[in-house]
T-cell receptor, first 114, second 112 residues
């Protein structure tokens, strides 16, 4: 049974560019979460999907951030017009039966904005 | 709003010492879940334990044990006979609706 996977693992971009990250959850999990983790802090919840429906997105950091899960399987997180403050680790997690179930995390995508 | 406080920023111990990581939480929910995760230098968050608010029984798993006290809103984590491989950042987290609220983490350094 494979775990949560994320791609790419590292991304370096210039300020103002758009970036997109991908997350593949554990196959039988219908819930998927995105978090951001900055240096020295715990992960911060961004958004949540149940199947293809995005049920919580008020925590996305600005309107430059958007996420999709078009077929209820993998998800993408896009940041438009990146800023240096967007540099962080972006984590994806998934779980199954209920939103209170244990969330299993992927290895993360480390974004560096120059 | 939910909040998790891990007051210990960093702890250093010598191998074989016991160490306790503190976690204090705030919530208005009557049903909630608490978690501990480990983040080794590789960066991936590793799940350790999940407890629900109705189960205050302490739990032991090998060298790890957890003490949940609802009266003091604490969920502390003890590693017995620490090993160098235990060196990592440990996070306590609280369920909040759909997402988790994490503490700032405690860096544990175990020296040989």
């Amino acid at each position: 049974d494979t775990g949560v996977s994320q791609d790419p693992r590292h991304k370096i971009t210039k300020r103002g560019q758009n970036v997109t990250f991908r997350c593949d959850p554990i196959s039988e999990h219908n819930r998927l979460y995105w978090y951001r983790q900055t240096l020295g802090q715990g992960p911060e919840f961004l958004t949540y999907f149940q199947n293809e429906a995005q049920l919580e997105k008020s925590r996305l950091l600005s309107d430059r951030f958007s996420a999709e899960r078009p077929k209820g399987s993998f998800s993408t997180l896009e940041i438009q017009r990146t800023e240096q403050g967007d540099s962080a680790m972006y984590l994806c997690a998934s779980n199954g039966q209920t939103s209170a179930d244990t969330q299993y995390f992927g290895p993360g995508t480390r974004l560096t904005v120059l | 709003a939910q909040k998790v406080t891990q007051a210990q920023t960093e702890i250093s111990v010598v191998e074989k010492e016991d160490v306790t990581l503190d976690c204090v939480y705030e919530t208005r929910d009557t049903t909630y879940y608490l978690f501990w995760y480990k983040q080794p230098p590789s960066g991936e968050l590793v799940f350790l334990i999940r407890r629900n608010s109705f189960d205050e029984q302490n739990e032991i798993s090998g060298r790890y044990s957890w003490n949940f006290q609802k009266s003091t809103s604490s969920f502390n984590f003890t590693i017995t006979a620490s090993q160098v491989v235990d060196s990592a950042v440990y996070f306590c987290a609280l369920s909040e609706g759909f997402g988790l609220v994490f503490g700032a983490g405690t860096i544990l350094r175990v020296k040989s």
